[in-house]
């Protein structure tokens, strides 16, 4: 890839640029492949058919990978154990582990979370008794956050799509507020090409207007000494340090410094006015894309969480249902709720806090049990996903070939097991459902998230 002039001179004074590094970088063609493990899941590399290569040295679950397997074919990553992620953006790692008390119950909003990687990221940093809210304003986005979400499979987490403004309303909620804002994507020219035509200085102005009313439009949320992390996949000033700036200087907020090994060779930047500490990642300097990322503490006072006097839009599900469910899960330190006849299992703080967001549009909240048909449980495919099935529960084993079918919503043979539901797994990793009816099985692997591609 050859890149144009004025893209070049428009990144001149960006502080690290090394033109001639840069472009031969993007002329070589490389491309950096990196997942991001579930902690929580993945227990055995044998399960991949890929070899783990080096750390991600600022991510302690994030490896390199020497080639990009066609990660379609990987039944780990539909069973949520891994998640393939651009390696400098797990660089959020960082400005978490140092800005935050991880052992604390936090209350964190992803604002602008699609397609989750950084929202399943937040998940397995963050502690049990924290709640996340993994926000997307495009609804077609919503929907791909939600499925990585359940795929993840925690208790703590809810999916909203709003836009940034109505948060505005919920006072100082959250302790902590991640912003990876929409930008021009210059970090991302290597990995996809066909954007260095779409790019222009107009494209960065406009963004930039964009990136400050977000910031403002969610600055009302965060509570006084939370933190703000802010990042970008842009190279130009107008997006990164000057925006850091702005939010310095405008929303009274104090730049907090991150630790940084020299080894990773990022570049520190800051602000031209009130001097806000920045992270620059170069392709050409780092083994990973283009990136920027800065933190802040808010200063200034902010409203008090909104009370909400409203009555839920649920019910608490009846003893007599909850006792049913023992075969199925444990619901000892969980409150089972009856949202629109789904059974949402949560814990208490995601419940506190689903009562707080009762104006927002909720897409999903915790683990979606299923939905209670007479007298048995239809079991949701998020149930599958999560760490809430009971050993009880009859389990079917699948090859890798035979996992794959399954993922491809074809009609699976279950032998001789017993009538009625089973999980179906691939080396210990649940997969969804299967129904044995005794001739045959339904397969209830989601329709929409089925394997199109063939082999």
């Known amino acids: 890839m050859t890149l144009p002039e004025h893209i070049l001179q428009a990144f001149i004074n960006a502080p690290g640029f090394d033109q001639t590094a840069f472009c031969r970088v993007h002329e ?9 493990l579930n902690p929580t899941k993945f227990n ?6 890929f070899n783990l290569g080096a750390s991600v040295p600022w991510a302690l679950q994030g490896y390199y990978l020497a080639e990009r397997p066609i990660f379609t ?3 780990l990553l539909h069973a949520g154990a891994f998640y393939v992620q651009e390696a400098s953006s797990m660089f959020l790692e960082q400005a978490i582990r140092q800005c935050c008390d991880l052992s604390k119950g936090l209350t964190v909003l992803d604002l602008c979370a699609a397609p989750g990687g950084k929202s399943t990221h937040l998940l397995s940093l963050i502690s049990a008794e924290s709640v996340l809210v993994s926000n997307e304003v495009i609804r077609s986005r919503a929907a791909i956050l939600e499925e990585n979400l359940v795929k993840w499979g925690n208790t703590n987490s809810i999916v909203t799509n709003n836009d940034p403004r109505d948060f505005a309303a919920l006072g100082g909620m959250f302790d902590v507020i991640v912003i990876d804002a929409p930008c021009s994507g210059s970090g991302m020219f290597r990995r996809d090409p066909e954007s260095v035509h779409g790019w222009s200085v107009d494209l960065v102005n406009l963004c930039s207007q964009r990136q400050q009313r977000i910031l403002a439009d969610a600055w009302p949320a965060l509570k006084e000494g939370g933190v703000l992390i ?3 996949c842009s190279y130009s000033v107008e997006e990164d340090e000057l925006i850091a700036d702005w939010i310095a200087g405008q929303l009274d907020a104090t730049t907090i410094p991150l630790n940084i090994d020299e080894g990773w060779n990022l570049v520190s930047s800051s602000g031209p006015v009130h ?6 990642f170069y392709p050409d300097k780092v083994k990973g894309e283009g990136f920027f990322l800065a933190a802040f503490r808010k200063n200034v006072n902010a409203d008090m969480p909104r009370k909400n006097k409203s009555k839920p839009k649920w019910e608490t599900v009846p003893k007599n249902i909850k006792e049913a469910l023992r075969p199925w899960v444990n619901t000892e330190n969980l409150t089972v709720i009856n ?3 789904n059974l949402l299992a949560l814990t208490a703080a995601t419940e506190k806090c689903l009562l707080q967001l009762s104006s927002m549009y909720i897409r999903n909240a915790g683990i979606n049990l299923g939905k209670w048909a007479g007298k048995d449980l239809v079991p949701g495919h998020a149930f599958a996903l999560s760490h809430l099935t009971s050993s009880e529960i009859p389990v079917l084993s699948l090859d890798r070939e035979t996992a794959l079918n399954y993922l491809r919503k074809e009609e699976i043979d279950a032998g001789d097991m017993p009538k009625g539901w089973a999980l179906v797994q691939f080396m210990g990793h649940s997969l969804g459902w299967i129904k044995q009816l005794g001739n045959r099985a339904n397969n209830y692997y989601p329709k929409e998230w089925r394997i199109l591609k063939p082999a």
């Open 44 to 49: 055995d590399v044998a399960a991949l058919s």
């Open 275 to 280: 001097k806000s500490a920045g992270y620059r």
């Open 28 to 36: 070589e063609g490389g491309q950096v492949v990196s997942i991001r």
């Open 230 to 232: 802010y990042s970008t």
């Open 73 to 75: 074919f990987e039944p």
């Open 339 to 341: 949202s629109n006849e």
